[in-house]
């Protein structure tokens, strides 16, 4: 049997740097059997003199298209890909030298006509953004339900680290939401369809969240819109996991009328929020080692739950005055 010919496809907007890292690593695969093509979606600061000093290192296509968010720059890429599958990472994305090798294993024992996998900290992350890996990783957060092998309701790969076979581009043609999660969107059709989506655990890559935690709220933020907008076009895909985030948001700015109005509740809840931060920081240093990522975990994890609790609020606010 001959190896499967994957073409990687990465969508950038005003990333260079990251880009270049995320060539580095594929360019270490222990195997290549892959082309890659970068979109460049329209960016100020391009990535052209990044892809060209690649170019003898690696089979890479160039494309420039007008701004349109990542879900029709993706598309774009399809249209320009060989390979017989599609395998996409976001530009700020490392890949450890054994990714393809892992992937190529795991589709000679089994039918896969769709994957994804986890993402992880990498050591050369500042100290928040592996506090903020863990806590997008963590089953402790909303993390719990991305790319694990225990989670709530079918498996659901994210853009990130996503593969699908040309057969499933050809049924789905992709992409329908342009950003705000249009690979949950694009999961979701995969499943009806009855593609055999499924997880490779080791196929992972290192995920470099935003530098800054305002950066890291509005990137939840969206997240927590595009999960509602997903209840809109497909229904009963919100769960009521989904709406932990809010409940927590909403308890934690009760807090202080808990003090003034009836302490006892105060103290209860006060309580169960320590508890459960200290359950947190003592999760992120057994994952991590680190007592500088666990003690950003704390801040991390409030950042992620009140980011996302607050944008499943306002989105779905929003859709009711719509109606």
């Not at 890292?21 to 003199?49: I, N």
């Not at 006060?270 to 500088?292: N, Q």
Request: aromatic share 12%.
């Amino acid at each position: 049997m001959s190896q499967p010919c994957f073409s990687v496809i990465v969508p950038v907007y005003n990333r260079p740097e990251e880009l270049a890292e995320l060539l580095t690593s594929l360019a270490q695969q222990t195997q290549k059997p892959f082309e890659v093509v970068v979109v460049e979606d329209g960016s100020l600061r391009t990535s052209e003199k990044v892809v060209e000093a690649f170019s003898d290192r690696l089979s890479i296509q160039y494309a420039v298209k007008p701004n349109s968010g990542p879900g029709p720059s993706r598309n774009f890429g399809f249209t320009l890909a060989r390979g017989d599958y599609f395998v996409l990472f976001d530009s700020d994305c490392l890949l450890p030298a054994h990714y393809f090798e892992t992937v190529t294993t795991a589709l000679a024992r089994q039918t896969i006509d769709a994957w994804g996998g986890p993402d992880r900290g990498h050591a050369s992350f500042s100290l928040l953004q592996r506090a903020m890996a863990y806590t997008m990783s963590s089953v402790l957060t909303t993390g719990g339900i991305r790319g694990k092998a225990h989670h709530i309701g079918r498996f659901q790969p994210r853009s990130f680290n996503m593969g699908l076979s040309r057969a499933v581009w050809e049924k789905t043609q992709g992409f329908r939401f342009d950003r705000l999660a249009e690979d949950i969107e694009l999961s979701i059709r995969m499943h009806q369809s009855g593609f055999a989506v499924v997880l490779i655990p080791e196929a992972y890559v290192f995920h470099k969240r935003r530098a800054t935690f305002r950066q890291f709220f509005k990137q939840v933020f969206g997240f927590a819109r595009g999960r509602v907008r997903v209840g809109r076009a497909h229904a009963g895909e919100v769960k009521w996991v989904h709406a932990f985030p809010s409940v927590f948001t909403l308890g934690l700015v009760s807090l202080p009328v808990m003090a003034w109005v009836f302490t006892p509740l105060f103290m209860v809840a006060a309580s169960l929020y320590g508890t459960y931060l200290v359950a947190v920081a003592i999760d992120a240093w057994r994952v991590t080692r680190s007592a500088a990522v666990a003690f950003l975990s704390i801040p991390a994890a409030l950042v992620q739950l009140t980011g996302y609790g607050l944008g499943f609020l306002v989105e779905g606010w929003r859709g009711k005055k719509a109606l």
